[in-house]
Nanobody
Framework: QVQLEESGGGLVQPGGSLRLSCAAS????????MGWYRQAPGKQRELVAV??????DYGDPVKGRFTISRDNANNMIHLQMNSLKPEDTAFYYC??????????????????WGKGTLVPVSP
């Protein structure tokens, strides 16, 4: 069982930056894919960024503005968000697939999810 906990959310003004972090309960060295998803009120959950053995994937709305990074030594991943827009307002969730699996690259959903952190982007 992998437990994930997000931190770093909070109110930010349009054009501002924010860095989200996700701490895993154990070693992430055996987890292939980890990433961030978001869900805005009244909308479906969408991929924000995922890092895996296949590289990094970004959702179209955040390309060029957000950067995902992985810190295996500290069992964490981060999401640097720049040039934030009001439409980036959402709950942001950390996600990971089962260790020693390739669920994400095979097109399956992630297996573990954090509780989410809210990022409101507003003047």
């Amino acid at each position: 069982q992998v437990q994930l906990e997000e931190s770093g959310g909070g109110l930010v003004q349009p054009g501002g930056s924010l860095r989200l972090s996700c701490a895993a309960s154990g070693s992430i060295s055996s987890i292939n894919a980890m990433g961030w998803y978001r869900q805005a009120p009244g909308k479906q959950r969408e991929l924000v960024a995922v890092v895996s053995s296949g590289g990094t994937d970004y959702g179209d709305p955040v390309k060029g503005r957000f950067t995902i990074s992985r810190d295996n030594a500290n069992n964490m991943i981060h999401l640097q968000m720049n040039s934030l827009k009001p439409e980036d307002t959402a709950f942001y969730y950390c996600a990971a697939e089962q260790p020693y699996s390739s669920s994400y690259l095979l097109g399956y959903a992630m297996d573990y999810w954090g509780k989410g952190t809210l990022v409101p982007v507003s003047p």
